[in-house]
């Protein structure tokens, strides 16, 4: 490395974390609050009873239970229903408002990870995507994967090791839901100790970036991004006008991929308002575009190895197929072998024993159609192609506390080591279908 006095450029990055002004959040969920109401296999009953009061719906794979946001005019009559629940959020709006909070900066070790204690702004993750990049310059580029419909960059890095680049991919999405900050986190944190790692002269860092070129592109979704953190901290989809002069706004980018965009009706929506919307073409937010681009020069060139979604929640690592329940890929057997082997080291190295589910997406979760790990694999013909559902399993649901952040983060970092083992793993040769 020339001309980069790592020791400052780290300063620099705590410094920034501990300067950062609290994120200036327009709340509108000041008493609302989220059950966890119980379906037992009976989701239809209690879909039913549901219909009947104002609620939003946060989880789809509902055959246990239905996770729900209830205004305090509606309150009353959820009570009335006679379900029966758990409480997630007593008060949402205070939920947000802690989430947002930088009250502990004064309490955080003056070290660079300390960024990894609090939620940040959009500006402020390019910022720290730059000094990640001005720690590694000579083995790292910012990178554009497009702009989305209000013109911010899906700006990301791109990694490589010795020799240059031009390795196979590995490529990594945050942020595809507006909602999901922690999957930003995450991102950012494996690109962290990549870059640091590397710099460091850590073995295993150096062993997997001499072998493959690293894409990470931390928010996918930077208009929803920002909405969240301005207006409506829930906002899911991007904030595309819909069609025909609709009132509603946004596409859901993980339902407008071009493979099976259109397969299963149960696999998104038509419907503008609703929170799965599809678009009305393949592939017609620009956000999409400028993503499937990237994926398509990064087959025609060295390849895919490794794709992986990051969301969150519900603790998962889903394969693909997403758009059909029954079909299974040839390699469905290495990709569960690798899961379960990377489930166990995420379960080994947390401190709360944090355990994920896997298998195939439309069998484990529920359909999606024009999903990104089933095009990434069947277009971008990527070997291992995964969505990952980041914590938690319903204690809080998208509002994870900041303190949560770094043992997320942390966990994922262990999962991620070992999976880079098994991308060329030989017992994985000529697996079939579990």
């Not at 709006?93 to 609090?118: M, Y």
């Not at 379960?340 to 379960?347: G, T």
């Amino acid at each position: 490395m020339r001309g980069i006095n790592l020791e400052l450029v780290l300063a620099t990055v705590a410094a920034c974390a501990s300067a950062i002004p609290t994120i200036q959040l327009s709340s509108p969920y000041a008493g609302f609050e989220v059950f966890r109401v119980k379906t037992d296999s009976h989701p239809a009953a209690v879909q039913e009873k549901l219909s009947g009061i104002i609620s939003e719906q946060w989880n789809y794979d509902i055959n246990s239970h239905i996770d729900v946001v209830v205004a305090p005019d509606q309150l009353l009559a959820f009570e009335e229903l006679g379900l029966e629940f758990d409480v997630m959020h007593s008060d949402l709006g205070a939920s947000i408002t802690a989430e947002s909070s930088r009250s502990s900066l004064g309490r955080r070790q003056a070290n660079n990870s300390s960024w990894f204690d609090s939620y940040h702004d959009y500006q402020d993750h390019v910022k720290y995507f730059q000094t990640l990049n001005e720690i590694l310059p000579d083995n790292s580029e910012i990178i554009s994967s497009g702009y989305s419909y209000e013109n911010r960059s899906l700006f990301g890095i791109h990694l490589w090791g010795s020799g240059g680049p031009g390795k196979p991919a590995i490529l990594y999405h945050g942020t595809v839901h507006a909602r999901e900050w922690i999957s930003t986190a995450v991102t950012e944190y494996l690109t962290y100790k990549l870059v640091t790692g590397y710099s460091a002269g850590d073995k295993d860092t150096r062993t997997v970036l001499d072998k493959y070129d690293f894409y990470i592109v931390p928010i996918v979704n930077p208009d929803g991004f920002v909405y969240t953190q301005t207006t409506q901290r829930l906002w899911r989809k991007n904030r595309q006008p819909g069609p025909n002069g609709s009132d509603c706004y946004g596409r859901d980018i993980n339902r407008n991929w071009e493979f099976a965009w259109d397969a299963n009706p149960q696999g998104a929506s038509t419907n503008p308002c609703s929170q799965t919307y599809k678009g009305e073409r393949p592939s017609d937010s620009p956000e999409n575009q400028g993503l499937d681009k990237l994926v398509r020069q990064l087959r025609d060139g060295a390849g895919i190895k490794l794709y992986i979604d990051w969301h969150s929640y519900g603790q998962y690592i889903l394969s693909p197929f997403g758009y059909k329940e029954t079909l299974y890929a040839p390699e469905l057997g290495k990709w569960t072998k690798a899961a379960q082997i990377v489930s166990d080291a995420i379960r080994d190295s947390s401190r709360d024993l944090t355990v994920f589910t896997f298998g195939p997406s439309g069998a484990t979760l529920y359909p999606t159609t024009g999903a990104a790990p089933d095009h990434v694999y069947s277009i971008g013909r990527a070997e291992f192609s995964y969505t990952i559902e980041l914590r938690d399993i319903g204690k809080y649901g998208f509002v994870l506390p900041p303190e949560l952040i770094r043992p997320t983060v942390e966990e994922q970092w262990a999962g991620q080591k070992v999976l880079w083992t098994l991308l060329d793993e030989e017992f994985f040769d000529g697996e079939g279908p579990a």
